[in-house]
């Protein structure tokens, strides 16, 4: 027996089976990104004085990023308009630009914007010994502002042997351009353009720092939440791929074949999913680059 | 049970329906053009500082804290305009069947309670 309403419309509910089954999929995918959502603001709300920090991410590569997925996001529904239209040349050429967006977008997550970040050090100072690297800090100049304090030092770590030797007795940072002069106004915000750590470096001896952590998961609330919402979200991106390419590929054509009209539904429903990584990349992307 | 395709075979009914098709894309494209256009926005309005702006304007005093939630809130109404759009455009939303706007008002419901949850969570009553 044929499955009924694969690809004609219920008279009661006028859908086919996929779109109502993509909806209530998508609906507990609401639900899982709104707890992880909440868990971000939770942990945001409840973040003490310095310690949510800014202006972490490389917000160029985060802008680039998101156009990307807005483009493929287009180029996918312009693929399901293609098919409607019977094009299936204009369809395969489409199909073949988001799985390309698809493709580019992990590639810069996972060769350029993840692995930057477990080169990059943060050490944290004890509260007693900040008043010590105040020229790296200019926290008096912020307390002054109302600004929330600097506590902690970040760059590039020059003796990383300092993790493990017990003998050393003091971190060496190639500083952030931010700690080189604290206390320039225009450094009160984070900047738009990412500058890699200076060639100047602070020693920080072991027995003032509270703790020392790569720019990882560890790291913070911020970086814990910033892994966990996109690596979550890349896993979509992936997945989105996958099945965009079996739709690419030629085994989709005996489909379209077969029945144009059977091809077209499961691009759309699979360009519905689609959206919604979409959409949560621009909640994403405000939330974790901007802010 | 056999289905009937939804679209008729006969050509020249589709060639009508196709037209109705492509008049949809010019619009996707218009969309996809505006939310480019309010990315870019969003990036430059989080470097605009609206605690300076506003105590500037109004003549009183905003301090560093609440000037960053006014940033948080501009960034959170353009991202809410452009997650519409997504949704109403791309996700044709705008005129969808009534059991899908069933399934997402529950989802709503649900996801704001989700939310409660955690403002209860923070908003402790017992320790604050």
Do not use: C
């Given at each position: 027996m044929e499955i009924p309403y694969t690809i004609s419309t219920r008279p009661d509910t006028g859908l086919w089976n996929a779109k109502i089954g993509i909806w209530l999929f998508l609906a507990s995918e609401v639900m899982l990104f709104g707890g992880l959502f909440s868990a971000y603001v939770f942990l945001r709300l409840d973040a003490g004085p310095g310690e949510w920090p800014h202006g972490l991410l490389n917000v160029p590569v985060g802008t680039m990023n998101t156009a990307i997925l807005i483009m493929s996001s287009v180029t996918v529904v312009l693929a399901w308009a293609a098919l409607k239209m019977r094009r299936y040349r204009a369809y395969w050429w489409y199909m073949l630009a988001t799985i390309l967006c698809g493709v580019i977008f992990l590639f810069v997550k996972?060769?350029?914007?993840?692995?930057?970040?477990?080169?990059?050090?943060?050490?944290?100072?004890?509260?007693?010994?900040?008043?010590?690297?105040?020229?790296?800090?200019?926290?008096?100049?912020?307390?002054?502002?109302?600004?929330?304090?600097?506590?902690?030092?970040?760059?590039?770590?020059?003796?990383?042997?300092?993790?493990?030797?017990?003998?050393?007795?003091?971190?060496?940072?190639?500083?952030?351009?931010?700690?080189?002069?604290?206390?320039?106004?225009?450094?009160?915000?984070?900047?738009?353009?990412?500058?890699?750590?200076?060639?100047?470096?602070?020693?920080?001896?072991?027995?003032?720092?509270?703790?020392?952590?790569?720019?990882?998961?560890?790291?913070?609330?911020?970086?814990?939440?910033?892994?966990?919402?996109?690596?979550?979200?890349?896993?979509?991106?992936?997945?989105?791929?996958?099945?965009?390419?079996?739709?690419?590929?030629?085994?989709?054509?005996?489909?379209?074949?077969?029945?144009?009209?059977?091809?077209?539904?499961?691009?759309?429903?699979?360009?519905?999913?689609?959206?919604?990584?979409?959409?949560?990349?621009?909640?994403?992307?405000?939330?974790?680059?901007?802010? | 049970m056999n289905n009937p395709p939804d679209i008729a075979q006969d050509p020249a009914e589709h060639e009508e329906y196709a037209h109705g098709v492509h008049q949809h894309v010019s619009r996707y494209l218009i969309v996809g053009a505006v939310l480019l256009f309010f990315t870019l926005l969003t990036v430059a309005l989080s470097y605009v500082d609206f605690g300076g702006f506003f105590s500037w304007l109004f003549h009183v005093h905003i301090s560093p804290k609440t000037g960053g939630k006014l940033n948080i809130a501009v960034a959170l109404v353009v991202a809410a305009f452009k997650v519409s759009l997504v949704g109403l455009i791309f996700m044709h939303l705008a005129a969808e069947k009534r059991l899908i706007y069933r399934v997402l008002i529950f989802t709503g419901f649900f996801v704001l309670g989700l939310f409660w949850l955690t403002y209860l969570a923070w908003y402790n009553p017992i320790t604050r």
């Open positions: 996972l060769y350029y914007e993840w692995p930057q970040k477990f080169e990059h050090y943060g050490v944290f100072l004890k509260p007693e010994a900040r008043e010590k690297y105040e020229q790296y800090l200019g926290n008096h100049r912020r307390e002054e502002k109302g600004l929330e304090p600097r506590i902690e030092i970040s760059g590039h770590l020059e003796n990383r042997e300092a993790l493990t030797d017990p003998n050393a007795k003091e971190y060496e940072i190639g500083l952030d351009p931010v700690f080189t002069d604290p206390n320039n106004p225009a450094n009160d915000r984070p900047h738009f353009l990412y500058v890699p750590p200076t060639d100047k470096v602070a020693k920080i001896e072991k027995e003032d720092v509270g703790r020392i952590d790569s720019f990882g998961p560890w790291h913070s609330a911020y970086f814990a939440s910033y892994f966990t919402i996109t690596g979550l979200h890349g896993a979509h991106v992936l997945g989105g791929v996958i099945v965009f390419l079996y739709m690419w590929l030629p085994v989709s054509k005996k489909v379209y074949q077969r029945n144009p009209e059977h091809l077209a539904n499961r691009v759309e429903v699979a360009g519905l999913f689609w959206h919604f990584v979409d959409l949560v990349w621009i909640f994403v992307f405000p939330l974790f680059y901007l802010l | -």
